[in-house]
């Protein structure tokens, strides 16, 4: 074996091979890094998500720098966090997951990407909860559209209940992540929130202890990007508004005591 190819082997072994060690020591680090890639593909207008999308969304999950490498055989890693959508409207605090991942054909190096998943149903996100969950494979997902105001034409052909985006260099794209699991990251999720913690309990606000400053800061990152969606759709709805029936009135011109022609009186 070459040089080339036993290093990418090593690369891919050690890929695989990480997770546990990190797992529960920067979790404050991966909520960070979350709110990161939340600001920065909604801060580009013509790579964000959707507004109806992010408005509409059950819930999502955030991987910053998800890592890929192989040689003919390849395997993706990387940790991020999963949020649901209260009933309220609101997001709940992060669970933590581990997104992982095997492909075949030509293929070499090493790449790391952001990758976001948005649940367009509860179905995939109990899944997870309950245990590993295949993309493509457990539920239909597509690549994500990008700019705030596409439309997603092509989801009434894919039936897609998640699309996805990914950026390993400039803009995110949409991009097809079938076979790709999703799993609960169980040693984060008690560093973060304490023992015998459950991903239900996290949702619901029922942890032993309370989530740190970065992982509520994450809630809120996705709180205001998901207000900035609705407000958008909202002022777009009023100003494709049909404007029939309305009438447009003039103001009367008012007098000018010193112009005025005084009445004739006979």
Do not use: C
């Not at 959707?50 to 998800?66: H, K, N, Q, S």
């Not at 997951?97 to 030509?106: I, N, R």
């Not at 009023?238 to 009186?265: I, M």
């Amino acid at each position: 074996m070459s040089a080339t190819p036993r290093r990418l082997t090593l690369a891919l072994a050690a890929l695989l091979a990480a997770g546990s060690v990190m797992a529960g020591t920067q979790e404050d680090s991966r909520a960070e890094n979350g709110s990161r890639v939340v600001k920065q593909i909604q801060s580009i207008p013509e790579a964000s998500i959707p507004d109806r999308l992010l408005e509409d969304a059950r819930g999502i999950v955030v991987v910053p720098d998800t890592l890929k490498a192989g040689f003919m055989l390849g395997g993706r890693r990387g940790l991020g966090m999963m949020a649901i959508k209260n009933a309220d409207g609101t997001w709940s605090n992060p669970v933590f997951v581990k997104l992982t991942g095997a492909s075949f054909g030509l293929q070499a190096g090493v790449q790391s990407a952001d990758v976001i998943l948005v649940f367009r149903s509860e179905r995939g996100l109990d899944n997870i909860v309950n245990g590993k969950f295949t993309l493509g494979a457990d539920a239909g997902v597509a690549a994500g559209p990008v700019g705030r105001n596409a439309a997603a034409a092509t989801d009434g052909a894919m039936k897609a209940e998640i699309w996805s985006w990914s950026r390993a260099r400039g803009l995110f794209a949409g991009v097809a992540l079938d076979g790709a699991v999703l799993q609960i990251d169980h040693g984060a999720n008690r560093s973060a929130y304490g023992r015998d913690t459950t991903p239900r309990m996290i949702f619901e606000g029922r942890t032993q202890q309370p989530a740190s400053a970065a992982i509520t800061q994450f809630r809120n990152t996705l709180e205001e990007a998901t207000h900035a969606a609705r407000y958008a759709r909202e002022r777009a709805g009023k100003e494709a508004a049909p404007q029939n029936g309305s009438v447009t009135v003039q103001p009367l011109e008012s007098s000018n005591p010193a112009t005025t022609t005084p009445l004739d009186n006979h």
